[in-house]
């Protein structure tokens, strides 16, 4: 079975740091492309930043270039997103998700409110 399980999100102030993890099982992770997405009640989700399977390439957002660093350890099968100088805006449901061209997994998203 494969399994995304997200974790860090919170409460956290606006200018605060949080660092979000997802740990992924049944699938060799090395090999699949991943992703970090968000969706908040007013928008629908919509692409934060993703890596290539070795993590040497990366893209960002244009509202989180330069404040959220995505990142990836395949040793410890875990895909990760540094968000630093959180902004209200920034409040939404975070997604992981793991893909190839013919096959993708989500996990069940992890809350990050950001308060002005």
């Known amino acids: 079975e494969v399994q995304l399980v997200e974790s860090g999100g919170g409460l956290v102030q606006a200018g605060g740091s949080l660092r979000l993890s997802c740990e992924v099982s049944?699938?060799?992770?090395?090999?699949?492309?991943a992703s970090w997405h968000r969706q908040s009640p007013e928008k629908a989700r919509e692409l934060v930043a993703s890596?290539?399977?070795?993590?040497?390439?990366?893209t960002y957002h244009d509202s989180v270039r330069g404040r959220f660093v995505i990142s990836r350890d395949n040793s410890r099968n875990t895909l990760y997103l540094q968000m630093n100088d959180l902004k209200p805006e920034d409040t939404a449901v975070y997604y992981c998700?793991?893909?190839?061209?013919?096959?993708?997994?989500w996990g069940r998203g992890t809350q990050v409110t950001v308060s002005s």
């Open positions: 890596t290539s399977r070795a993590g040497s390439s990366t």
């Open positions: 049944g699938i060799t992770f090395s090999q699949y492309g």
């Open positions: 998700k793991a893909f190839t061209d013919r096959e993708s997994y």
